[in-house]
């Protein structure tokens, strides 16, 4: 029997110097990853205060990131209905007045705005003398007027008063004066609507006759029976016994029977007719457990034995009816 011993390998063991430096190397080396973990963990800490903080403030700006309402300004409108930061607002005034202030406002990070609060002043037309011959210039809304010297007339007093002296028969309601304007040293005269510019300088405004100009019958007539011509417009009319219709236009028959407007007496019956009414009296025969019978496809439909109704309104119709008793015929009449 043969042991076979395996061969060992011997080898010498570290000193105690060598191992104690080793350790102190580990140690360095695990004080130096302590701190790397200890300083990010710091610059991880400060990064999500800095997250919560900006988060904080965005919520807060979120609930409350805009500006007071603005309010357009008297005789002017506002332009733009976003009132976020950032964010304009533009004012314009209506015509015949002027802008006194900034044109647009701006809405700041201080959700405050931008300038001051626009007003719309009326522009002075008479600060450009457009009276002339001594006339005196009255500032009026969106126009103004002249108040000639003696001898003269017209919108700015530019001719004498006998060559612009109007007619007796063109005054009145349908005859206004004109509105003038100056409009880049341009005199320019305006009348109301239903008027037009007539006469000499355009200092008259005569009423259009709009009855004239869309006569009865034509297409686009206005009034389907009647125009009659008021100043600056028009009516129309119907014809008596008829009502206006709600669109002006048209007229309807006034149903004096339903609305109580006659004159019929209680043993008078009402007939509405085109324009008008009719009391019309039926004398019956005095038969007992008599009954009334229609024998006309004409006949009124309320019949038996409760008058009321309408008549046919074509001329020449008849309502016939007779009186019957145990089944025979005892009378008839027409209306």
């Known amino acids: 029997m043969i042991l076979v011993i395996p061969s060992v390998l011997f080898q010498d063991c570290p000193s105690r110097q060598e191992i104690q430096g080793s350790l102190k190397q580990v140690q360095k080396l695990l004080s130096a990853h302590e701190a790397s973990y200890l ?25 409350n990131s805009t500006c007071p309402k603005l309010d357009a300004p008297i005789n002017g409108r506002k332009l733009g209905k976003s009132h976020g930061v950032g964010h304009e607002v533009h004012v314009l005034c ?27 002043r009326d522009i002075n037309e008479c600060a450009s003398s457009p009276c002339q011959n001594g006339g005196t210039c009255v500032d009026e809304v969106n126009h103004f007027s002249c108040v000639c ?19 007796a028969a ?7 004066p004109s509105r003038c304007t100056i409009v880049q040293g341009t005199t320019h005269c305006t ?41 600056g417009g028009y009516r129309c009319s119907c014809p008596v016994g008829y009502n206006v219709t709600r669109d002006g236009r048209s007229c309807k028959d006034i149903d004096e029977c339903a609305i109580r407007q006659n004159n019929c007496t209680k043993d008078q019956m009402c007939i509405n007719t085109y324009g008008g009414f009719q009391c019309i009296r039926v004398d019956c025969p005095k ?38 008793h145990k089944g025979q015929r005892k009378g008839l009449f027409r209306i």
Not at 191 to 196: D, R
Not at 204 to 213: A, F, G, H, N, V
Request: with cysteine.
């Open 39 to 63: 300083q990010s963990l710091r610059n991880l800490k400060k990064k999500i205060n800095l997250l919560q903080s900006s988060t904080g403030k965005q919520t807060t700006r979120a609930i």
């Open 94 to 120: 209506d015509p015949g007045y002027e802008l006194v202030g900034s044109e647009s406002r701006v809405c700041q990070e201080s959700l405050t705005w931008s300038g001051q609060q626009p007003t719309c």
């Open 149 to 167: 010297a003696k001898g003269w007339a017209g919108a700015t007093c530019q001719t004498t008063a006998a060559a612009a002296t109007l007619p």
């Open 170 to 176: 063109t005054t009145g309601p349908f005859v206004r």
């Open 191 to 231: 009348c109301e609507p239903g008027y037009t510019i007539s006469g000499r300088d355009s200092n008259t405004c005569t009423d259009i006759d709009e009855c004239e100009l869309f006569h009865n019958g034509q297409a686009g007539r206005l009034c389907l029976h009647t125009c009659v011509n008021t100043p």
């Open 287 to 324: 038969i007992p457990n008599a009954t009334y019978v229609k024998t006309s496809p004409m006949a009124l439909p309320r019949w038996r034995q409760n008058w009321g109704g309408t008549l046919p309104k074509k001329r020449g119709m008849k309502v016939e009816a007779h009186i019957e």
